[in-house]
């Protein structure tokens, strides 16, 4: 059927256009999957961004690259299930309620437990979505109908199983044990949950005195506020300078405890004095030397920060101020030997930004070496594929120094521990279903664990846990493992490593088959964006200024594997006249297809010209490269090539060729090789963008009447092999020639400062042989036409009043004597050589000089040559011009 014009507005404007069409889609189902034996599945699980969130530039590109290979694979028949969802974030949505009941006056400690939880629930209700509605504004593909959150009943009745199981084959333990905890949030966080920064601090040195002889021991510490734990000194056994020391004993400075010293491994002789104090309760290495040496841990710091009752007299008071009052009594005691100003790093809260303390604690722990066994396993068997390859290092380095997982926190909001603990016999019961007795001696006197559990371990089972364990879903069976997990380097301990050991212990598979890892997006300067810097891009003022599409094919044109995305305004900016490039040249099209019956069938004969046959011949190349690209993951490369095919190849070249046919200049049997030519090329061109910009090309798809149905349920292109490779190595010589012929009179026309709309009446080339002389003879025309010159001949004599280009085959003269005032251009020429000449000896006396051939990088010098060869390119140019025009004006002189 014909195509409308009248379909597609004269401006550009993606506001409405997405609305629009994300309505159609959801309308639609599109975006729905069911079990389908009879196709081949294709699954992912989006990594579920904090309930807390809203759009940042991060998620932005994860879920553009998730749905470019979404598109793309549903396109190319594959059953594909993206499952969306939010994570409750325990301590950051906690934070969150509690600020905001602080603003009304409201303490949480003021209120029950369930009192508060109905709180955060309420919140949840009311700002929890926000995220899921920007990310359908970003074009998100995701099958809506099955979105899932980390704390409904489904996936708590997951979790609980999964600690169940665990609890009962020994592989989650309750024990005493150092971790990180922060005292303003009054919660445990794991090792990767701490946020390191390099502080300038001070290292104090004290002197420790013999007990049972004159003299003392230094020891340099950080944190003199912990001496009062002090319970020995450790030396390591080959240190010849300290050696000497172990077996002998010490006092503790202001508390006066004997304690030995002893020999540990875990010294660092380079450290300090080489002898470092142990402190069981408040340091985790120290932790661990008690636990060799069976030393007795004294906490004299508390759960809020402050001092406790083993603090003595500093009881009560914060450590900083505790850290200040012991330095000057232990100066007051003669024992301050030194203090040295000393850069290290301070580990904060990842939340809050409170620094940590070390805290000796009950806490619920993963034993993950057996996890993690079988998890590195998988990855050296090649189940599981990571791109790019050199992140699978850094799985393996956590994975082989794994250490048990601290999994309670002490907070409200999270999966309560299912664990029971009896007040009568102290037994603890862990049951998936809530029990109303002690499984041990029957007593109805049990409680709760106060605790719930880390963030992450919900989200460890996040790939099976939505397709509905611990039940045996059709879900499970024909969609797990999934096929690709799209996420950031950052969270690879936190939540990849953690999926890998769930889905092996639970599934008895791998939970994806490729782990993509993209990198960060950074700053136009490099920089972390960052609220503080405010250098911060926010998506979604960038989909309200730009669009969807407009951002989606930045950040996809921006990444290559194992870089980071230096993002601009400017190169958002860029994107979007690609939009208007890409809308523009649709209309045009439209305009001229409108009586064209779009059932033609693309036929080769004698109607289709080089142009036709090349344009034909390309998209059909561009279509192979960028499946191979997008299979492989390459968004960046796939991105590229089709913006310089759409722009330069299609918009500028073609479009340009084929306008006198499409006119109608060239016969009615061209009119229709043209049309159908352009109505092949553009239903594959949208076709191939569909997955990277999804709005605007279902928009111009329906536009074009391609089809009633949506441009995503339309088969991938394929890449039809419409010549042999002899033709298609003709097509691409003579259609360079001729296109850098035409560039190389523009670029005469550039010298001679000519306007767009002055056409210079002769032009004279020069081929070199015979089949260069019928390639451009047969395209004389569209010479014309795109070099707004008059009239062409072909002969070896070159024209007075001429400049010349020199190709390799054929020299371009473009008479322009009788356009422009030769004494002008003479004397323009002249300057330009001036500043040439200059321009020569500054790369000369580079390159001559020995000290810069040896201390710059090749790459430098390469750069300088590559310089100096251009320089000296652009004067033989100059020269030959100058020559012919001073030849002209002699010969006018003459006459």
């Known amino acids: 059927m014909p195509v409308d014009d009248k379909l597609v507005s004269k401006e550009y404007e993606p506001k409405e256009l997405e609305r629009k069409w994300y309505d159609w889609w959801q309308d639609r189902g599109l975006f729905h999957a069911e079990v389908d034996e009879t196709k081949e599945p294709f699954s992912i699980v989006i990594p579920p961004p904090n309930v807390t969130g809203s759009l940042h530039m991060g998620h932005a590109l994860n879920n553009t690259l998730q749905d470019i290979v979404c598109r793309y694979k549903r396109m190319k028949g594959f059953n594909v299930l993206w499952i969306p969802g939010t994570d409750h974030a325990g301590i950051a949505t906690q934070n969150v309620v509690e600020r905001e009941l602080a603003k009304k006056g409201i303490d949480r400690k003021d209120m029950t437990r369930e009192a508060f939880l109905e709180k955060v629930w309420e919140w949840k209700s009311e700002y929890g979505g926000r995220i899921i509605s920007q990310l359908k504004r970003l074009g998100a593909s995701c099958d809506w109908d099955r979105e899932r959150f980390t704390m409904d009943e489904g996936l708590s009745k997951a979790v609980r199983a999964v600690f169940v199981r665990l609890y009962k084959e020994g592989l989650i333990y309750k024990g005493k044990y150092i971790i990180n905890w922060c005292p303003r949030c009054h919660t445990a966080l794991s090792d990767l949950e701490v946020e390191h920064a390099t502080e300038r601090g001070k290292l104090y040195y004290v002197a420790y005195p013999f007990v049972e002889e004159d003299g003392f021991l230094v020891v340099a510490t950080t944190r003199p506020e912990t001496i009062l734990g002090d319970v020995a000194i450790a030396v390591h056994p080959d240190d010849s300078n300290n050696a000497k020391y172990i077996g002998k004993k010490v006092r503790v400075p202001i508390v006066d405890r004997i304690v030995p010293v002893i020999e540990d491994q875990m010294v660092d002789p380079s450290f300090g004095t080489g002898m470092v104090k142990i402190t069981p309760a408040h340091d985790p290495n120290d932790f661990l030397v008690g636990q060799r040496h069976e030393l007795e841990p004294i906490q004299v710091i508390n759960a809020d920060g402050f001092m406790n009752e083993n603090a003595g007299r500093y009881k009560g008071m914060n450590r900083f101020d505790a850290r200040e009052a012991i330095v000057r009594d232990i100066e007051a005691a003669g024992l301050l030997v030194k203090i040295e100003e000393y850069e290290h790093a301070v580990g904060h809260c990842y939340r809050c930004n409170t620094i940590l303390e070390p805290y000796l604690s009950e806490q619920w722990f993963v034993r993950t070496e057996p996890l993690a066994k079988r998890a590195i396993e998988v990855v050296n068997e090649g189940k599981i594929r990571w791109i790019p390859e050199r992140w699978v290092n850094t799985y393996y380095q956590w994975m082989e120094n794994i250490r048990d997982w601290c999994i309670s926190r002490q907070l409200w909001w999270g999966h309560r521990i299912p664990a029971w603990t009896c007040l009568d016999c102290h037994h603890i019961t862990v049951s998936e279903i809530d029990p109303v007795e002690c499984e041990n001696c029957g007593s109805r006197a049990i409680v709760q664990d106060e605790d719930v559990l880390d963030t992450w371990f919900s989200s460890a089972l996040w790939p099976f846990s939505t397709m509905g364990w611990p039940e045996q879903t059709p879900e499970l069976t024909y969609f797990y493992p999934t096929s690709l997990l799209v996420t950031g380097f950052d969270i690879i301990f936190f ?44 998506p979604v003022d960038i989909i309200n200024q730009y669009g969807a599409d407009s951002l989606r094919f930045t950040l996809s044109s921006l990444t290559v594997q194992g870089r980071d995305i230096f993002l601009s305004t400017q190169k958002i900016e860029s994107c979007r006249h690609f939009m208007n490039k890409i809308w523009n040249a649709a209309r045009f099209a439209l305009m001229n297809l409108s009586d064209f019956d779009g059932s033609r069938a693309m036929e080769f004969d004698d109607s289709l010209r080089l142009h036709d046959r090349w344009i034909v011949m390309r998209v059909n190349q561009v279509t192979k490269e960028v499946t191979d690209l997008i299979e492989g993951y390459f968004f960046g490369e796939a991105s590229k090539i089709l913006y310089d095919f759409v722009w330069g190849e299609l918009c500028d070249w073609y479009i340009e060729m084929s306008k006198p046919a499409l006119k109608g200049d060239e016969g009615g049997t061209r009119k229709i090789a043209s049309q159908k030519v352009l109505h092949y090329v553009f239903k594959k061109v949208l076709l191939l963008l569909h997955p990277f910009i999804p709005f605007i090309t279902e928009e111009l798809w329906h536009s074009f009447g391609f089809s009633q149905m949506s441009i995503e349920e339309e088969p991938w292109p394929g890449a039809e092999e419409m010549f042999d490779d002899t033709t298609n190595k003709s097509l691409e010589k003579n259609i360079f020639v001729l296109q850098e012929t035409i560039r190389s009179i523009r670029n005469l026309r550039a010298e001679a400062n000519l306007t767009p709309q002055v056409v210079v009446p002769h032009l004279t080339i020069n081929p070199t042989d015979q089949s260069v002389l019928e390639v451009l003879a047969e395209n004389e025309d569209i010479i014309r036409l795109m070099s707004k010159v008059g009239e062409i001949s072909f002969e070896s004599r070159r024209p007075g009043g001429s400049l010349v280009s020199v190709l390799p085959w054929c020299n371009v003269y473009l008479i322009v004597g009788d356009i422009i005032g030769i004494s002008s251009e003479l004397e323009r020429l002249r300057k330009e050589k001036e500043g040439l000449l200059l321009e020569e000896q500054k790369s000369l006396s580079k390159l001559s000089n020995e000290s810069f051939l040896q201390k710059a990088p090749q790459e430098v010098v390469e750069k300088e040559q590559n310089r100096l060869k251009k320089v000296r390119e652009r004067m033989k140019r100059i020269d030959d011009n100058i020559a012919s025009l001073e030849r002209s004006s002699e010969e006018a002189d003459g006459r």
């Open 495 to 538: 939540w990849v490593a953690r999926m890998i050991m769930m889905g092996l212990k639970f599934m008895d598979d791998v939970p994806f088959k490729d782990v993509y890892i993209h990198a960060l997006v950074r700053d136009e300067k490099g920089q972390k964006m960052s609220k503080s810097k405010g250098n911060v891009i926010d």
